[in-house]
């Protein structure tokens, strides 16, 4: 569904987009983020992720695992297997997503140790994800109607032509006061991303340092999240990335958060 | 037992089509060493434990087939060296099923650190609940075979030897004396279950994730994991002195149970429960011969999970209910008792605070056991913490002596 909802906007948006050029009407900073929120993904996905965290001494701990995630329509299933470091190999985290507006994920755990699958309360969207730089927020899509969009430039970094949007959150108690995105044009992918905290001051900046085409959708293959407050910085890098390769629906069950990544 | 594995293996193999001698083959070998220190904090603050683990995980896959090997050495500052197999089990995996043979743990059911329909695995209370419960749980030897519809489970069990909860030993802190009006004499004749096919042990379950609720329907016949204590009492005739003979024996169970999980906004609502028919209780009622009397007898909880100011919470509460009670059962009727866990992570979750916590509510007794885990670097932790016991009877109280701090070394690779 979600995907048909994303071909929907994306087929609208190339559709609009030439009539509004022909009009001589710049894009706003709503539509911006919209088309950063419905670039296409496909229809499955699967990677292996590779965590590093690196705090102010420049000391490193790294996190792998593998990850598959597909959309079954009305809900788009995410697995993860844990594979480094050792305490916590064979643990697997499944999440299952919901299109219905408000409905919190379910999502369940296996621990090797407890021999058993447990469904588990759904962290906070504010939670840091593994004691990363990154929210669970940072790390899913945020709806853009959940944010008040401004335009505020255009500007080549990167080499990269960009939008410079400017996103104020509707929500009082969010955990960033608002965040400034640098957005390709041509590729609707978020090549810079600053936030600010409650107070308004710079919290963290993200980076894109890689994105790659494959099977015709652009995917971040390289990001780097920087803690200007806590001088500590996450990479997250992906490999082995296919995209709608076919994953089979049983590849998002407990039989397979039991037995793992093989 | 062997020709059986071989009849059942049989089919299998024909249904795998043979392994094909080129498939992926790979060979990893984990585990973790680790050093244990318990001290009483009572008394002449003798050890509890002094323990240095070597657990290995050797797992090999090719194609369909897995086999997977957990041994174990613990050595002990005042008792034989243990080695062992955790579990030793080859797995089978088709399309729609998979078949696990050899000795495993199985684990069922919802709830955290209380078994209700978590029956199939016996413990081992030779250090009571404090160790992990990877190693509580003895791995029984079995057939376990999961047939797959969807995100639906059906799981049949076949444990064709019964193993017997491991209790302490007579010298252990753990160790309670059962308490007699007069010294017993013991006759163990009937202790052992007789290992042949007809007091094997079976279970069923249906098992199913959905988008409202995971629940298990089960239901087993099984062998009582601990022994009733029947007890004779006759008069010496050369003596003329009442004389009191207890047979322990363990006695067939049957049981039917199930637990669900749900989520209810922030919340994960739990549930288990089971019926056991077949239990036994000591009685004090002079018209029955052995002073034991069978009832049927449930077990029951309700749980609930949830997350506030950064911090983990579980409360789940159990009750054990005698049923069709008389008033000459020594046990009590009902058996109240909650559990409270609270945890939380600091300094990017390599530091963790937990305290889980058992209150006795017939017995105004409980367990406290508050720790402190810190990751020096990924894979080695150090953890520290205290097992308090309160009380004077009950499950918890009876051990208001045994009040521990402990630390915990451990190096995962």
């Not at chain 1, 792998?64 to 844990?82: H, N, P, T």
């Not at chain 1, 994953?247 to 793992?260: K, P, W």
Request: with cysteine; glycine share 6%; aromatic share 12%.
């Amino acid at each position: 569904m979600r995907i048909m909802k994303k071909a929907l906007v994306i087929a609208v948006v190339m559709m609009t987009v030439p009539f509004l050029a022909l009009a001589g009407e710049a894009i706003t900073g709503q539509k911006a983020i919209e088309n950063v929120y419905n670039r296409p993904a496909g229809d499955d996905m699967q990677s292996d992720l590779t965590m590093t965290l690196t705090n102010s001494r420049g000391q490193s701990r790294v996190r792998k695992m593998a990850q598959f995630s597909k959309d079954f329509g009305k809900i788009e299933k995410k697995i993860m297997f844990f594979k480094y470091p050792a305490d916590v190999r064979g643990t697997s985290f499944m999440t299952w997503s919901y299109d219905e507006a408000g409905r919190d994920d379910d999502q369940r755990i296996y621990l090797p140790a407890l021999k058993k699958v447990k469904r588990i309360s759904s962290d906070s969207k504010s939670d840091y994800f593994m004691g990363s730089d990154f929210t669970y927020d940072d790390l899913g899509d945020r709806h853009p109607a959940e944010d008040i969009h401004k335009l505020l430039r255009e500007e080549m970094i990167e080499g990269e032509s960009c939008y410079v949007v400017e996103s104020t959150p509707r929500e009082d108690e969010y955990i960033y006061s608002k965040t400034v995105t640098w957005i390709i044009k041509d590729k609707w992918i978020d090549l810079k991303k600053s936030f600010y905290d409650e107070d308004g001051d710079h919290l963290k900046t993200l980076m894109v340092k890689k994105y790659e085409n494959i099977s015709g959708f652009w995917i971040i293959t390289h990001s780097q999240m920087n803690n200007i407050q806590k001088k500590h910085t996450t990479d997250m890098q992906l490999s082995k990335v296919k995209v709608n390769s076919g994953i089979a629906n049983r590849q998002f069950t407990e039989r397979m958060m039991r037995r793992g990544v093989r | 037992m062997k020709k059986i594995t071989l009849l059942v293996l049989a089919p299998l193999l024909l249904l795998l089509g043979g392994v094909p001698p080129a498939a992926a083959q790979s060979t990893t070998f984990t585990g973790y060493v680790r050093n244990y220190t318990a001290i009483l904090l009572e008394g002449d603050q003798k050890y509890a434990i002094l323990q240095d683990t070597l657990d290995l995980k050797i797992e090999h896959s090719r194609g369909k087939v897995d086999f997977k090997a957990n041994p174990y050495i613990n050595f002990f500052h005042n008792k034989e060296t243990e080695i062992d197999l955790r579990q030793s089990y080859l797995d089978i995996m088709l399309d729609s099923a998979d078949f696990r043979i050899g000795k495993q743990q199985i684990v069922w059911g919802k709830a955290d650190g209380v078994f209700i329909t978590d029956v199939i695995s016996p413990k081992d209370l030779s250090e009571y609940l404090l160790p992990d419960f990877e190693e509580i749980r003895l791995g029984v030897q079995a057939l376990k075979i999961d047939y797959y519809i969807g995100d639906h489970t059906i799981e049949f069990v076949w444990v064709p030897d019964f193993t017997p909860t491991k209790t302490p030993a007579t010298d252990s802190i753990w160790y309670v004396k059962p308490e007699f009006s007069i010294s017993p004499t013991y006759d163990y004749s009937k202790k052992e279950v007789p290992s042949n096919f007809g007091n094997s042990e079976i279970f069923l379950k249906f098992s199913a994730i959905t988008s409202l609720i995971d629940f298990e329907i089960m239901a087993g016949s099984m062998w009582d994991d601990d022994p009733t204590m029947h007890i004779n009492q006759s008069i010496d005739i050369s003596t003329n002195q009442p004389v009191l003979r207890v047979t322990p024996e363990h006695h067939r169970l049957e049981l039917v149970g199930g637990s669900f999980s749900t989520s209810i906004g922030g919340f994960v609502v739990r549930g288990e429960s089971a019926f056991y028919n077949g239990k036994y209780f000591r009685s004090e009622d002079p018209a029955l011969k052995d002073k034991v009397v069978e009832k049927g007898y449930t077990h029951s909880l309700l749980g609930l999970d949830f997350t506030i100011w950064n911090t983990r919470m579980s409360v789940q509460v159990i009750e054990q209910q005698i049923q069709d009670y008389d008033e000459q059962i020594v046990s009590d009727e009902k058996q109240d008792t909650v559990t409270i866990l609270i945890s939380r992570d600091f300094l990017r979750e390599t530091l963790k605070l937990e305290l889980f916590s058992y209150f006795d509510l017939n017995n105004a007794g409980s367990l406290l056991r508050p720790k402190m885990a810190y990751d020096l670097i990924d894979g080695f932790q150090i953890l520290a913490g205290f097992n308090i016991f309160n009380g004077n009877k009950g499950n918890y109280g009876q051990y208001d002596g045994n009040d521990m701090v402990f630390a915990k070394v451990k190096y995962s690779f």
